[in-house]
């Protein structure tokens, strides 16, 4: 035990510096009210699921540039008064899965937004990038904050909180936001670009302390960073400036809701320094789940048990 004390003891301990630039705040703000000068154009379709205890939708919203997002909209069929909402956010490359994955949380009295990231799932990417080198996300774009792909996909997000508050049936007091890895990054990323979340669950998050991340990460979305300056070298210090606005270790200061992180000390995807960066700069009331023995998987039993316990006494 005594290699792993000492392994979290540093992690506890580690300082990263933060690197935004002197427009950080006025290009989140710009951002902020291009997206919100524009309607939702929210529509909800009936799925009809086979399960007769909910009732389940498809949800289109638009997001940052008229990009129809897709999401299960999910509630309890016969809910009495107003309902806590939990908005979720899945990783790299996956998808919103199917409505019976979030039972666990609609026979407890949650409304669900379970959406699918732009470009993945059933939700397309209306945008354009100069450039798209590698043929992956998290490039698209990369030479331009204002084109890059998480701006669009941060404020995808805060347009879901949109969503949930102007829904009479949803408690706009109660909204939590939750996902892992990428799902976990934008999980951060959003609490800190809207107030209105009052809990986050992000799970060994990505775009967390990125220059560090890179030099630790073996896998994982942000080695095709590297692949991109490996081919174009003379970007790297454009590229390292853009992402700086991206970082949630400079947006982290901005949040305020109560914050649950969690790391896997084996995570090489992931890994736990660059979260613990983010993570000890917060402050917001938080927590920290810590897996001696665990890579990049949250789908541990005693971390789901303690995330069903945690929202329920915080949401």
């Not at 790391?263 to 000890?280: A, F, R, S, T």
């Amino acid at each position: 035990m005594h290699h792993i004390k000492e392994k979290i003891s540093q992690l506890e301990s580690y300082e990263a510096v933060r690197s935004m630039k002197d427009d950080h705040d006025t290009f989140w703000k710009r951002t902020l009210n291009e997206a919100r000068d524009k309607p939702l154009h929210e529509k909800l379709t009936d799925l009809n699921y086979p399960i007769k205890e909910i009732q389940a939708y498809e949800l289109t919203y638009h997001g940052f540039d008229h990009t129809p997002l897709h999401a299960h909209y999910i509630l309890p069929k016969n809910h009495d008064g107003k309902l806590p909402c939990l908005i979720i956010f899945h990783g790299y490359r996956g998808h919103k899965q199917s409505v019976s994955n979030y039972m666990k949380w609609v026979i407890q009295g949650y409304a669900v937004i379970a959406v699918d990231c732009r470009g993945q799932g059933r939700s397309g990417d209306y945008s354009s990038y100069s450039s798209d080198g590698m043929g992956t996300w998290v490039t698209k774009g990369i030479l331009d904050k204002n084109e890059y792909y998480y701006r669009k996909v941060y404020v995808d997000g805060v347009r879901a909180i949109d969503f949930a508050a102007s829904r009479p049936e949803i408690d706009e007091q109660r909204i939590g936001l939750m996902g892992a890895s990428m799902g976990g990054g934008i999980t951060l990323a959003v609490a800190a670009l809207d107030n209105r979340p009052k809990l986050a669950i992000a799970d060994m998050p990505n775009m967390c302390d990125i220059p560090l991340a890179m030099e630790q990460k073996f896998e994982g979305s942000l080695t095709a960073v590297d692949a991109y300056l490996h081919k174009y070298p003379e970007h790297i210090e454009s590229v390292y400036d853009n992402l700086t606005y991206f970082d949630n270790l400079n947006l982290s200061e901005r949040i305020s809701c109560k914050t649950r992180m969690s790391v896997g000390l084996k995570d090489l995807i992931c890994p736990p320094m660059p979260i613990y960066g983010v993570y000890n700069q917060l402050q917001a009331p938080k927590s920290m789940e810590i897996y001696p023995f665990a890579g990049h998987d949250t789908d541990i039993i005693e971390h789901i048990d303690k995330t069903i316990q945690f929202i329920n006494e915080n949401l």
